[in-house]
């Protein structure tokens, strides 16, 4: 596969047709992003790649080996080291048919991509008054250079976002927009625009853990809808998981109308946490056996988060490798995991409340909390 110059991106775009509802591709395809974009022909190409952050797009037909070949050698020897030296620790690998799925998992042979569901959003109309809904002591500000010179007590919180999708805060301020929700010297809540192109943006929303489930995120949609209206912004599009049934209703509940799903399918560079990650997904399936696996497999491979061996624990308790099942337990809570509400609350440990091990477990974490 071959770069080719962005004076020829014209030249590829009608392989990227039936993936309108990426902007990021449109972006990179108006030179809105420097994206590199490799094809099969130079002249007549039938097959391209291109990527920006953690998103990896495949487009027009897929190839034979070779093709699959050259593909993982500009994912894992150019588009991976990118990622990772930018810091970036995870992907999605986008794709426009159903015929793409074996390429992609030939592409990342060993790699163990986990395919899921997306759904994309598109503003129909927006009838919420949002200033009716800020309550006492709360703002909306626009995110500006004045609003970055204050003091905040978690300005990193927002910069962090701003600079996902961006090269720099500054290349943030000057192609992008959006507003935050603060309180005192707190940002509550942001909402910015992504891949601002051709009258076009995607959203990005999140609020701080110490205020969900109290409709900030409403709000904040809502306002950010009237600003990016005032800035002359026709289509504003809405991704997230098929499984984020909050940030689903969000999206209808502020005036966006659900367009389609898509599949995709997404991993972790680092192969420890990609293969606990997989035992996670594989658990939540309801195959315990091979989430223990997947769980296992990632243990002697680096750092594992205290939830993967939690979730060992789990998925053995519900084999009924009781043995098993206390040793990751032990080790879960040796690594920090401390909840004690939910470990004794947990239906996948049942078959282990009447085993001396889980009594000494629970007071050791007893011994630690207090």
């Not at 994912?75 to 799925?101: K, M, R």
């Not at 129909?124 to 007590?153: D, H, M, Y």
């Not at 950010?224 to 026709?234: G, K, N, W």
Request: proline share 4%.
């Amino acid at each position: 596969m071959y770069p080719i110059d962005l004076s020829d991106y014209e030249r590829v775009r009608p392989l990227f047709r039936k993936q309108d509802l990426h902007l990021p591709l449109q972006a990179i395809l108006a030179g809105d992003i420097s994206a590199p974009i490799y094809v099969d022909n130079t002249l007549r190409p039938q097959t391209a790649l291109t990527w920006t952050g953690h998103r990896f797009y495949l487009a027009g037909a897929p190839g034979n080996l070779e093709m699959v070949a050259q593909a993982r050698k500009i994912f894992f020897g150019v588009y991976a080291l990118q990622a990772w030296q930018s810091g970036i620790d995870s992907y999605v690998v986008n794709y426009p048919t159903e015929e793409w799925e074996p390429f992609i998992t030939a592409m990342l042979a060993q790699k163990y991509p986990i395919k899921t569901q997306r759904s994309y959003f598109s503003l129909k109309a927006n009838s919420i008054e949002w200033k009716s809904l800020l309550p006492a002591g709360f703002s909306i500000r626009q995110v500006n250079a004045q609003l970055l010179k204050e003091p905040w007590q978690n300005l990193e919180f927002l910069t962090d976002e701003m600079i996902s999708e961006r090269d720099s805060v500054e290349d943030f301020l000057a192609k992008s927009f959006g507003l935050c929700l603060v309180r005192a010297d707190q940002i509550v809540g942001w909402c910015l625009s992504e891949y601002n192109t051709r009258h076009r943006c995607e959203v990005g929303i999140a609020t701080h853990e110490d205020y969900q489930r109290r409709g900030f995120a409403t709000l904040l949609a809502s306002a950010f809808i009237e600003l990016a209206r005032s800035r002359d912004v026709a289509r504003i599009g809405w991704h997230c998981s098929a499984t984020n049934i909050g940030s689903g209703a969000t999206a209808l509940k502020t005036g966006f109308e659900k367009i389609s799903d898509y599949p995709a399918f997404m991993g972790w560079f680092d192969d420890a946490k990609n293969l606990a990650s997989n035992g996670y997904f594989a658990h939540g399936r309801g195959e315990y056996a091979q989430a223990l696996e997947f769980y296992e497999k990632a243990f002697p491979l680096g750092d594992v988060p205290d939830w993967a061996y939690w979730g060992a624990a789990c998925d053995a308790a519900l084999l009924g490798r009781s043995e098993k099942a206390l040793h990751y337990l032990a080790e879960a809570v040796k690594r920090g995991f401390d909840d004690y509400e939910s470990i004794v609350g947990s239906k996948h440990l049942l078959s282990l409340h009447d085993t001396p091990g889980w009594q000494a477990i629970l007071q050791s974490l007893k011994k630690e909390q207090n």
